[in-house]
């Protein structure tokens, strides 16, 4: 398991840290070291920096950097709390050689983005710097650039009382903001040095940081024995070692370093945290056992820890079989210690200790007595199939071995990627006996009775709160209980997988006929393939290259829910689920089921506001008959009644009755305002806020949404085929033709272009949806005493088009960096601020820019202000051209790495979207020409057009009230 959580750390000298085992407490088998992933290159100079090189081509031409610092928050005086995460900022503020923000800048230049490309985090036991930087031009002198950026790091922050002071309010900003995420981290974090020690620091931390402490907390952690670099990408590991001993040999520090070594402590006895919630209608108690944990360093480590994992697994089977309704886990938590946890629940305090002495009966007995000898070899088999396979490690991106390597650095775990390894682990598992489970058993069970943690969200059927002593009599009850009987039964195994009958309508092989097709293209710049039927069904192509021959499809064709009169809303707005229940002509809903899994395929209807369609996939084996299903699906779907009915009854029973997440939404501020927001710019329809009455329901009829659901895709005229994937075009775009050309074209005679929204639908939308024609502000309540989350829309409307919605981007981006430079940099004002485009050309040509962030109460006037200046700014002064350069250089890397030759989900997704936004294939092809022909003039005048500064939405979530 990755340790992404809360680090730890631990004090050993250089000559020892990589030979000795990581826990002084405890003696692990020794074996053969788990070997580093294939190619990688590590060394360490005579100053004790170390490096870790890996070649990889996921992407391809990107190169991932990381500067891994051992020091973080745990190595902090009662002085310096604080400085490790302030230290994290500094570094972005300015260097040696790269003054101010030319750090970032430089980056930026090659097309990275701050924040996404580039950015940094601090944990108690490290700090990680990590950039991307791509290598398509000039690898040599980006990598010397990069590695610079990296030395400088290590030993050339510049720290001064200016910066320091300017950065004290973005910091405090993220603290305003910042939420653990777990209302229990105070029970789980322990006693000792972690609970004292948060990364970021208090407010009083934070202002008391001097520059004076940063530079001594920086001269004594920042130290060649306490980094390294890890990089992985598109390089020459040689060549770049060569440069990495040229520049850091000189780098200064102690080669001895000692970093303490701090356990996870807790006081013995059991700790109990509850949290009432009125809104459950069950509580959930967790039991928490703490435990030493297992570091991967040695395949016998990996043994262990397979075994562990095996334990869980072997509960788990036991506990279901037994229809015990809980969950079990093992996870590491922090420094040295796992958790091992149950959770279980129940209507009422009874029910829910009646389940833990149930629990615990049966975890003492599988203590005692094992599994029984078939169950046993059940359990062991079904593990151990996960190593039948082998792993295939080429897809696995440069930014993941990156995180490995630090995971290998901070813990000493090293993951199993050496196939020889892999097989000594998995014969070891193979020979692994029950006995040796039920020790693991026993020793996670006696950890109990040093310290059990309890964690219980109740509801208000519980009373009064839970206590100790009653989790405690509980919890003894079961263990001195006698085993219950068990008997397992093995599952019966059946020689032949169920026969699925296979209708001649699917295997049916129809004939091509070249007259069904009226047009084709391709695009030799992406290899595209656009191929329009003479019935009007249009085929857009994409092959890749990914190993498995498969094909992604989504289909598509204008006219959805907003077409639907209001009153009858209610009635055919489910239309696609109740569709999908059934099956086709000579297929009930349930052999299709077992067909599809048979076949491994899947094929779902869609319909959304605007449009109709199919999402699915398919083995490119199976695309005739892949298709066949599509076709029959249209022309001879068949009902199930019984379902339908069932699922009407279970509506009625729920009719008027308030549900959990209706009464969540109620109380969530951020809920509320999301579907504010959403209702505001039209991406909620009126109509879907309604819910169904028992009338209505009562009236639903699966015949007239069969109705409803033929008038949508029996049409062919607008019905767009995006298919992505492995397979060979010419083949499939006749077995496309031979199947699809057979559907009759319209009696109704249009000219409306294929991908425009019927006008009457485009003109019933509008008449219950019309943008705000005014400023808006709209405040949501919460707790935060001195933080205000907000989001301010600009809003208008757009042409479709490839160009315009590069524009689009282009001004994100641009407000972006604004309010990075401005609001966060050089005001203060917010931490992360944060800029989200949406945007759908049809039928509405409508966009919205979300600038969304938080700021203190009493600042809220300052922002408004400032974002209203720097936007006016942008609307009547040209941005930099060399601004523009990068902003358009980055745009090409993240089209290159994200469309490249095996990403045929992306590539479906791409072409799916620019077409429903008018955009065109022949646009695309041309991306490169389109963007380069957008200069600061036309960024201006977009500007100046899209954005007005009186007129906008302003949507908050604060405890002051905002006068606007």
Same mark, same amino acid.
Not at 206 to 217: D, E, G, H, M, Q
Not at 364 to 371: D, I, K, M, T, V
């Given at each position: 398991?990755?340790?992404?959580? +809360?680090?730890?750390?631990?004090?050993?000298?250089?000559?020892?840290?990589?030979?000795?085992?990581?826990?002084?407490?405890?003696?692990?088998?020794?074996?053969?070291?788990?070997?580093?992933?294939?190619?990688?290159?590590?060394?360490?100079?005579?100053?004790?920096?170390?490096?870790?090189?890996?070649?990889?081509?996921?992407?391809?031409?990107?190169?991932?950097?990381?500067?891994?610092?051992?020091?973080?928050?745990?190595?902090?005086?009662?002085?310096?709390?604080?400085?490790?995460?302030?230290?994290?900022?500094?570094?972005?503020?300015?260097?040696?050689?790269?003054?101010?923000?030319?750090? !970032?800048?430089?980056?930026?230049? +090659?097309?990275?983005?701050?924040?996404?490309?580039?950015?940094?985090?601090? /944990?108690?036991?490290?700090?990680?710097?990590?950039?991307?930087?791509? !290598?398509?031009?000039?690898?040599?002198?980006?990598?010397?650039?990069?590695?610079?950026?990296?030395?400088?790091?290590?030993?050339?922050?510049?720290?001064?009382?200016?910066?320091?002071?300017? *950065?004290?309010?973005?910091?405090?900003?993220?603290?305003?903001?910042?939420?653990?995420?777990?209302?229990?981290?105070?029970?789980?974090? $322990?006693?000792?040095?972690?609970?004292?020690?948060?990364?970021?620091?208090?407010?009083?931390?934070?202002?008391?940081?001097?520059?004076?402490?940063?530079?001594?907390?920086?001269?004594?952690?920042?130290?060649?024995?306490?980094?390294?670099?890890?990089?992985? /990408?598109?390089?020459?590991?040689?060549?770049? *070692?060569?440069?990495?001993?040229?520049?850091?040999?000189?780098?200064?520090?102690?080669?001895?370093?000692?970093?303490?070594?701090?356990?996870?402590?807790?006081?013995?006895?059991?700790?109990?945290?509850?949290?009432?919630?009125?809104?459950?209608?069950?509580?959930?108690?967790?039991?928490?056992?703490?435990?030493?944990?297992?570091?991967?360093?040695?395949?016998?480590?990996?043994?262990?820890?397979?075994?562990?994992?095996?334990?869980?697994?072997?509960?788990?089977?036991?506990?279901?079989?037994?229809?015990?309704?809980?969950?079990?886990?093992?996870?590491?938590?922090?420094?040295?210690?796992?958790?091992?946890? +149950?959770?279980?629940?129940?209507?009422?305090?009874?029910?829910?200790?009646?389940?833990?002495?149930?629990?615990?009966?049966?975890?003492?007995?599988?203590?005692?007595?094992?599994?029984?000898?078939?169950?046993?070899?059940?359990?062991?088999?079904?593990?151990?199939?996960?190593?039948?396979?082998?792993?295939?490690?080429?897809?696995?991106?440069?930014?993941?071995?990156?995180?490995?390597?630090?995971?290998?650095?901070?813990?000493?775990?090293?993951?199993?990627?050496?196939?020889?390894?892999?097989?000594?682990?998995?014969?070891?598992?193979?020979?692994?006996?029950?006995?040796?489970?039920?020790?693991? %058993?026993?020793?996670?069970?006696?950890?109990?009775?040093?310290?059990?943690?309890?964690?219980?969200?109740?509801?208000?059927?519980? /009373?009064?709160?839970?206590?100790?002593?009653?989790?405690?009599?509980?919890?003894?009850?079961?263990?001195?209980?006698?085993?219950?009987?068990?008997?397992?039964?093995?599952?019966?195994?059946?020689?032949?997988?169920?026969?699925?009958?296979?209708?001649?309508?699917?295997?049916?092989?129809?004939?091509?006929?070249?007259?069904?097709?009226?047009?084709?293209?391709?695009?030799?710049?992406?290899?595209?393939?656009?191929?329009?039927?003479?019935?009007?069904?249009?085929?857009?192509?994409?092959?890749?290259?990914?190993?498995?021959?498969?094909?992604?499809?989504?289909?598509?064709?204008?006219?959805? +829910?907003?077409?639907?009169?209001?009153?009858?809303?209610?009635?055919?707005?489910?239309?696609?689920?109740?569709?999908?229940?059934? $099956?086709?002509?000579?297929?009930?809903?349930?052999?299709?089921?077992?067909?599809?899994?048979?076949?491994?395929?899947?094929?779902?209807?869609?319909?959304?506001?605007?449009?109709?369609?199919?999402?699915?996939?398919?083995?490119?084996?199976?695309?005739?008959?892949?298709?066949?299903?599509?076709?029959?699906?249209?022309?001879?779907?068949?009902?199930?009644?019984?379902?339908?009915?069932?699922?009407?009854?279970?509506?009625?029973?729920?009719?008027?009755?308030?549900?959990?997440?209706?009464?969540?939404?109620?109380?969530?501020?951020?809920?509320?305002?999301?579907?504010?927001?959403?209702?505001?710019?039209?991406?909620?329809?009126?109509?879907?806020?309604?819910?169904? $009455?028992?009338?209505?329901?009562?009236?639903?009829?699966?015949?007239?949404?069969?109705?409803?659901?033929?008038?949508?895709?029996?049409?062919?005229?607008?019905?767009?085929?995006?298919?992505?994937?492995?397979?060979?075009?010419?083949?499939?775009?006749?077995?496309?033709?031979?199947?699809?050309?057979?559907?009759?074209?319209?009696?109704?005679?249009?000219?409306?272009?294929?991908?425009?929204?019927?006008?009457?639908?485009?003109?019933?939308?509008?008449?219950?949806?019309?943008?705000?024609?005014?400023?808006?502000?709209?405040?949501?309540?919460?707790?935060?005493?001195?933080?205000?989350?907000?989001?301010?829309?600009?809003?208008?409307?757009?042409?479709?088009?490839?160009?315009?919605?590069?524009? %689009?981007?282009?001004?994100?981006?641009?407000?972006?960096?604004?309010?990075?430079?401005?609001?966060?940099?050089?005001?203060?004002?917010?931490?992360?601020?944060?800029?989200?485009?949406?945007?759908? /050309?049809?039928?509405?040509?409508?966009?919205?820019?979300?600038?969304?962030?938080?700021?203190?109460?009493?600042?809220?006037?300052?922002? $408004?202000?400032?974002?209203?200046?720097?936007?006016?700014?942008?609307?009547?002064?040209?941005?930099?051209?060399?601004?523009?350069?990068?902003?358009?250089?980055?745009?090409?890397?993240?089209?290159?790495?994200?469309?490249?030759?095996?990403?045929?989900?992306?590539?479906?997704?791409?072409?799916?979207?620019?077409?429903?936004?008018?955009?065109?294939?022949?646009?695309?092809?041309?991306?490169?020409?389109?963007?380069?022909?957008?200069?600061?003039?036309?960024?201006?005048?977009?500007?100046?057009?899209?954005?007005?500064?009186?007129?906008?939405?302003?949507?908050?979530?604060?405890?002051?009230?905002?006068? *606007?």
């Amino acid at each position: 398991m990755r340790r992404n959580k +809360l680090p730890f750390f631990r004090c050993l000298s250089l000559t020892a840290l990589w030979a000795a085992a990581l826990f002084s407490h405890a003696v692990y088998a020794q074996s053969s070291p788990i070997a580093l992933p294939q190619g990688t290159v590590e060394g360490r100079l005579e100053n004790g920096f170390h490096y870790l090189i890996m070649p990889n081509h996921m992407p391809a031409s990107r190169v991932e950097v990381r500067l891994i610092m051992r020091a973080g928050s745990i190595l902090e005086t009662e002085q310096e709390k604080g400085c490790a995460h302030f230290l994290e900022h500094m570094a972005f503020q300015g260097t040696t050689h790269f003054p101010g923000r030319s750090l !970032v800048e430089s980056l930026e230049k +090659l097309g990275m983005r701050y924040g996404q490309d580039i950015n940094a985090f601090t /944990g108690f036991d490290r700090t990680v710097y990590m950039f991307a930087v791509p !290598v398509d031009k000039d690898k040599e002198a980006v990598m010397k650039h990069s590695l610079l950026i990296v030395r400088d790091w290590l030993q050339g922050m510049s720290i001064d009382s200016l910066k320091v002071e300017n *950065e004290k309010g973005v910091i405090l900003e993220e603290l305003r903001g910042y939420n653990l995420g777990d209302e229990f981290y105070p029970l789980k974090i $322990g006693t000792g040095l972690f609970s004292r020690r948060m990364p970021l620091g208090s407010v009083d931390d934070i202002r008391r940081v001097t520059p004076r402490t940063l530079k001594n907390f920086y001269r004594k952690w920042y130290v060649p024995s306490l980094a390294t670099l890890a990089i992985a /990408g598109d390089v020459s590991p040689l060549e770049l *070692e060569q440069e990495i001993k040229t520049l850091f040999s000189g780098c200064k520090g102690n080669a001895s370093v000692c970093i303490p070594f701090h356990p996870l402590q807790y006081d013995e006895g059991i700790h109990l945290s509850e949290v009432r919630d009125t809104l459950r209608n069950r509580s959930r108690l967790e039991l928490m056992i703490p435990h030493a944990c297992v570091v991967e360093r040695t395949v016998n480590d990996a043994v262990r820890k397979e075994q562990e994992r095996l334990l869980v697994k072997a509960l788990t089977t036991r506990l279901n079989d037994r229809k015990q309704r809980c969950e079990v886990s093992d996870q590491w938590y922090l420094s040295d210690k796992n958790h091992f946890t +149950l959770s279980v629940e129940g209507k009422s305090r009874e029910e829910l200790l009646s389940c833990v002495t149930t629990l615990a009966g049966e975890l003492y007995c599988l203590a005692r007595e094992g599994w029984q000898p078939e169950e046993w070899q059940d359990i062991k088999k079904d593990f151990c199939r996960k190593y039948d396979k082998t792993e295939d490690y080429s897809s696995r991106s440069s930014a993941m071995w990156c995180d490995d390597f630090t995971d290998y650095v901070i813990s000493g775990d090293r993951y199993l990627t050496d196939e020889t390894q892999r097989k000594q682990v998995a014969a070891a598992l193979h020979e692994t006996s029950q006995g040796r489970l039920q020790q693991l %058993l026993e020793e996670w069970l006696a950890a109990r009775q040093e310290t059990l943690l309890a964690a219980c969200s109740s509801h208000s059927g519980m /009373g009064k709160p839970l206590t100790t002593e009653e989790i405690a009599t509980a919890w003894d009850k079961g263990r001195q209980a006698s085993c219950r009987p068990y008997q397992y039964v093995r599952p019966q195994k059946t020689t032949n997988e169920p026969h699925v009958h296979t209708p001649d309508s699917l295997s049916a092989r129809h004939p091509f006929n070249p007259a069904y097709i009226a047009d084709s293209k391709t695009y030799p710049r992406t290899g595209v393939r656009d191929v329009r039927l003479k019935n009007g069904i249009r085929l857009v192509l994409k092959p890749t290259l990914q190993s498995e021959t498969g094909l992604l499809l989504t289909s598509f064709a204008p006219s959805g +829910l907003a077409s639907i009169p209001e009153k009858e809303y209610p009635f055919l707005e489910g239309a696609a689920g109740y569709m999908d229940m059934g $099956g086709i002509s000579g297929m009930t809903g349930d052999s299709l089921s077992e067909y599809l899994y048979r076949q491994e395929m899947s094929l779902t209807s869609v319909i959304e506001n605007h449009w109709h369609g199919f999402i699915g996939m398919s083995p490119s084996s199976k695309a005739a008959e892949f298709f066949n299903l599509i076709y029959q699906k249209i022309t001879a779907p068949q009902l199930n009644y019984e379902d339908f009915e069932e699922v009407r009854a279970e509506l009625l029973a729920a009719s008027g009755k308030e549900t959990v997440l209706e009464k969540m939404l109620k109380r969530d501020s951020d809920r509320l305002l999301a579907a504010r927001m959403s209702e505001l710019m039209g991406e909620t329809l009126a109509t879907s806020c309604r819910q169904p $009455g028992t009338e209505q329901l009562q009236r639903l009829n699966l015949d007239s949404i069969a109705a409803y659901y033929k008038t949508l895709y029996a049409r062919p005229e607008g019905m767009t085929y995006v298919i992505s994937g492995n397979f060979d075009a010419n083949t499939l775009i006749r077995q496309f033709a031979a199947v699809f050309g057979r559907m009759p074209a319209s009696t109704q005679k249009t000219t409306r272009p294929c991908t425009e929204a019927p006008r009457h639908e485009a003109k019933q939308h509008t008449a219950l949806f019309r943008l705000p024609d005014t400023k808006l502000v709209e405040g949501f309540p919460c707790s935060h005493e001195t933080q205000t989350l907000f989001d301010y829309l600009f809003f208008g409307h757009y042409r479709p088009g490839l160009k315009n919605t590069l524009v %689009l981007k282009l001004m994100r981006d641009i407000i972006r960096n604004r309010l990075i430079s401005i609001l966060r940099e050089q005001k203060s004002l917010v931490y992360s601020p944060y800029v989200s485009l949406k945007y759908e /050309g049809l039928p509405r040509s409508i966009f919205y820019f979300d600038i969304h962030a938080s700021a203190d109460n009493d600042r809220m006037h300052e922002l $408004g202000a400032a974002l209203k200046q720097l936007l006016e700014r942008l609307r009547r002064e040209e941005v930099d051209e060399e601004e523009l350069q990068t902003l358009k250089r980055s745009f090409l890397i993240a089209k290159r790495e994200t469309l490249n030759e095996e990403a045929a989900s992306a590539w479906r997704t791409t072409l799916t979207e620019l077409l429903k936004n008018g955009e065109t294939p022949a646009d695309f092809d041309d991306y490169e020409q389109h963007l380069a022909s957008i200069s600061p003039a036309v960024l201006r005048e977009a500007f100046e057009r899209y954005i007005d500064v009186e007129k906008y939405v302003l949507l908050y979530i604060s405890k002051k009230l905002l006068e *606007e």
